[in-house]
């Protein structure tokens, strides 16, 4: 069959190998009608991949939590390569930027954990506040800018506990005893002053405003103290060479890693990942599930 005058001049102008490019198209964000203005939305997933062409990027989905727009799936779409005038650098910085607006810091996302940090974001599932705008031109995707985190995720309160040292816990709820031990002071004066009125009224000896038999109990307590003092400075250290389970940055799943340093004052450590030799420095004690390193 014949090709038409048509066919024939449009692949003169574009040409077959230029083609690739409609078959190629990728529609990432789909359809979201939602008008200009901010919007309250929980985050519903952090994905990562590759597109068609092999172009390695991170998407964030939001869903709109409350308003008439309630359900509507706003999407903001990071391509981790260079197109047009933005450079890979420039991408590289838009990314860190959202990141950190989703309450996680730069220094936090190694190139080998960028999966962790987004399965992690897709877990917790943070409330956040973005700022939509569409396009003038309907075929370009709205602008979509994620203004901060409303409510902080479950994983960064508890990355905080964790990276206190025990020590400091204990000496913490150390602080709030003394109160109680008060009162055996307390009693002492009542023993003291009950025999007072006895002497007058009785004429009972003097001795019996000797000191009251309980006296000791304070010696007992005091090497109760003592012992508690021992207890809460004995801290389990690690062992250069040992084995353990732990999440280096306080969030995503916990890895096998090998302590290679030990630094008693800090009381950290650092560890080396067993899966690819990645190192990560000034890893709390307490981060390391010690329970099962091997003695």
Avoid at 145 to 174: F, H, L
Avoid at 180 to 201: G, H, N, R, W
Wanted: overall charge negative; some cysteine.
């Amino acid at each position: 069959m014949a090709k038409s005058d048509f066919t024939n001049r449009i692949l003169k102008q574009i040409g077959q190998k230029n083609w690739k490019h409609f078959k190629e198209a990728d529609d990432v964000f789909g359809a979201v009608d939602l008008p200009d203005g901010v919007y309250e939305c929980r985050l519903q997933a952090a994905r990562y991949g590759f597109t068609k062409d092999d172009k390695p990027y991170v998407a964030f989905q939001f869903i709109v939590t409350d308003g008439p727009n309630k359900g509507q799936k706003p999407r903001k779409f990071h391509g981790l390569h260079e197109q047009g005038k933005r450079t890979l650098d420039d991408a590289l910085k838009y990314l860190s930027i959202d990141f950190q607006r989703l309450g996680i810091q730069p220094e936090d996302v190694d190139i080998h954990l960028l999966e962790d940090v987004c399965n992690g974001l897709s877990e917790d599932k943070p409330m956040v506040k973005i700022l939509f705008q569409n396009s003038e031109n309907p075929n370009w995707a709205p602008d979509v800018a994620i203004k901060g985190v409303i409510d902080a995720p479950a994983w960064e309160k508890d990355a905080k506990e964790d990276a206190k040292p025990k020590r400091q816990r204990k000496q913490k709820a150390k602080a709030e005893e003394p109160e109680e031990e008060e009162e055996p002071e307390e009693e002492a004066e009542e023993e003291e002053e009950a025999p007072a009125p006895v002497k007058k009224k009785r004429g009972r000896p003097k001795k019996k405003a000797a000191k009251p038999d309980p006296e000791p109990e304070p010696e007992e307590e005091e090497e109760e103290e003592e012992d508690a003092e021992e207890d809460e400075d004995m801290i389990t250290i690690p062992d250069i060479g040992d084995i353990a389970e732990c999440a280096p940055t306080g969030r995503g799943p916990k890895m096998k890693v090998v302590v290679i340093e030990v630094d008693q004052e800090n009381e950290t450590c650092n560890v080396r990942r067993t899966k690819d030799k990645k190192v990560f420095e000034d890893v709390p004690f307490a981060r390391l599930d010690i329970d099962e390193i091997p003695f």
